[in-house]
């Protein structure tokens, strides 16, 4: 079937709605009304302003999720919830707001860049500064990251 732009705009927004209230792209797109996923899913490649839209309602659904998470602690804390019911709903509502919104609640990964062999380590330099013109010293002074004392 082929979608005018206006209809095109009015499945998108019923797609955003349908997302910011929890429902997966994949779910929405088996109802009879809507297009196939990988109908959506072209357009999605094909039109940055969709693609934003859904990535925005995909944010909008995690902050929603996150809000979520604070009312089963406020139960578990209010003994409402049993805390191991409680801890794996919490569980699956972070997973879900980390892989919609990866930026704002996905897991920090820091990676250290020292080796154990020490091979990695930064190695202090010496330049000898003598034989440089004053413009080629005053380009390196430019250059050189300012030293802030902690």
């Not at 009015?10 to 109802?31: T, Y």
């Not at 139960?75 to 919830?81: A, P, Q, R, T, V």
């Not at 091979?119 to 000898?128: F, Q, R």
């Amino acid at each position: 079937m082929i979608y005018s732009d206006d209809e095109k705009q009015i499945i998108i927004d019923e797609i955003c709605e349908r997302i910011i209230s929890g429902e997966s792209l994949n779910k929405i797109c088996r109802d009879e009304h809507m297009p196939h996923i990988v109908t959506v899913i072209r357009w999605l490649n094909g039109d940055d302003e969709h693609a934003k839209s859904i990535a925005r309602a995909r944010v909008f659904h995690s902050d929603k999720l996150y809000e979520d998470i604070q009312d089963v602690t406020k139960k578990i804390e209010d003994g409402e919830l049993d805390p191991q019911a409680g801890k794996a709903v919490i569980w699956a509502k972070q997973w879900s707001a980390g892989r919609m919104s990866p930026r704002k609640f996905g897991e920090r990964i820091l990676t250290d860049h020292i080796s154990s062999d020490g091979s990695m380590s930064p190695k202090a330099i010496t330049l000898d500064t003598s034989k440089l013109s004053t413009s080629a010293l005053k380009e390196l002074m430019a250059a050189m990251p300012d030293k802030q004392d902690d």
